[in-house]
């Protein structure tokens, strides 16, 4: 009888979407908390909502306004912090509230705020359909193939950007490649969690598996593990409880870091690794 709602298509769709972009996620998030970049997704987010503003008041598909306008924006701090000094987290506060104030405005002048609006913001993983599910699979997918192909470049860089300049790395160029993966990575991302809560789908499952003081491999694995769990018990909970799935994952999330970080002050888990200083 439990197992009943897994015969369900809109909860399948759930799970295999949600499934995957743990994944995605897990991957990007890595890196991004590596490169002390954990708000980047954050910034990405609110950039999307003045994408999803745009699309909602030109009349076009929202998804695809959301990736122009955050890749573009992504690109655009990119430029700016190499050209002008500016910091890294100074940067990301530019960009997040120019995505945010361009889509309060544009959200005024369609006359508020509407159920599409809210879906984006919010998450309705259980509200997919069926090309929303093949477009989410085969995004991941170019996702993990672009990050497995790039891990050598992108390790090297991570952990050190001026050697791997030394080394002959064109960083630049690696850099931008990493900005547009991240903002497809946040993107496709927003339909489970939402605008407001996707980088707590990046930043809380690679804090937590970094915590476990493990090698950088065995860190991602640690990772994706506890995203995929978060994911598919925030989505099965939320059904039982008439929950809402974003809300449900992400303090399934908090709930392990909170546990881990528990273990670890009572000596339950071992010495931190060089990458548990990344945090």
Same mark, same amino acid.
């Given at each position: 009888?439990?197992?009943e709602?897994?015969?369900?298509a ?5 799970l295999?979407?949600?499934? /995957?972009?743990?994944? #995605?996620?897990s991957?990007?998030g890595t890196f991004?908390?590596?490169?002390r970049?954990s708000?980047?997704g954050?910034?990405? =987010? ?7 503003? @745009?699309g909602?008041?030109s009349g076009?598909?929202p998804?695809?306004? &959301?990736? &122009?306008?955050?890749?573009l ?8 912090r190499k050209?002008?000094?500016i ?8 960009l997040l509230?120019?995505g945010?104030g361009?889509g309060?405005l544009? #959200?005024? /002048?369609t ?5 599409d609006l809210?879906?984006?913001l919010?998450?309705?993983? *259980?509200?997919?359909?069926?090309e929303d599910?093949?477009l ?6 170019g996702v993990? /193939? ?6 050598k470049q992108? *390790? ?5 950007e001026?050697?791997a300049r030394?080394?002959?790395?064109n960083v630049d160029?690696?850099n931008?490649?990493?900005?547009i ?6 993107i496709t991302?927003m ?5 407001l809560?996707?980088s707590a789908?990046?930043?809380l ?9 493990k090698s950088?491999?065995?860190?991602? #694995?640690a990772s994706?593990?506890?995203s995929m769990?978060?994911?598919?018990l925030? #989505?099965v909970?939320?059904?039982? @409880?008439?929950?809402a ?7 399934i =999330?908090v709930?392990?870091?909170?546990a881990t ?10 010495k931190?690794t060089?990458l548990?200083k990344?945090i």
């Amino acid at each position: 009888m439990a197992l009943e709602v897994f015969g369900y298509a809109f909860m399948q769709k759930g799970l295999i979407a949600g499934s /995957a972009i743990a994944i #995605i996620c897990s991957l990007m998030g890595t890196f991004l908390v590596l490169r002390r970049y954990s708000l980047f997704g954050d910034a990405l =987010s609110h950039m999307a909502f003045g994408g999803i503003s @745009l699309g909602l008041f030109s009349g076009i598909y929202p998804l695809w306004t &959301a990736y &122009a306008v955050s890749i573009l924006g992504a690109l655009g701090m990119t430029k700016l912090r190499k050209s002008t000094k500016i910091s890294g987290d100074a940067a990301i506060a530019v960009l997040l509230v120019s995505g945010f104030g361009t889509g309060v405005l544009l #959200i005024s /002048a369609t006359g508020g705020f509407s159920v599409d609006l809210f879906s984006f913001l919010f998450g309705s993983i *259980l509200l997919i359909s069926n090309e929303d599910t093949i477009l989410i699979l085969g995004i991941s997918t170019g996702v993990v /193939a672009s990050l497995v192909l790039l891990r050598k470049q992108l *390790l090297h860089f991570t952990f050190d950007e001026e050697q791997a300049r030394v080394s002959g790395l064109n960083v630049d160029r690696l850099n931008y490649v990493f900005v547009i993966i991240s903002g497809i990575t946040v993107i496709t991302s927003m339909r489970l969690v939402g605008i407001l809560l996707i980088s707590a789908l990046i930043v809380l499952p690679n804090i937590t598996s970094m915590l476990l003081g493990k090698s950088f491999k065995q860190t991602v #694995i640690a990772s994706i593990s506890i995203s995929m769990f978060s994911v598919v018990l925030g #989505i099965v909970l939320s059904y039982y @409880l008439d929950l809402a799935p974003s809300g449900t994952i992400v303090m399934i =999330s908090v709930a392990i870091l909170v546990a881990t970080l528990c273990a670890k002050y009572l000596g339950l888990i071992g010495k931190a690794t060089p990458l548990a200083k990344a945090i």
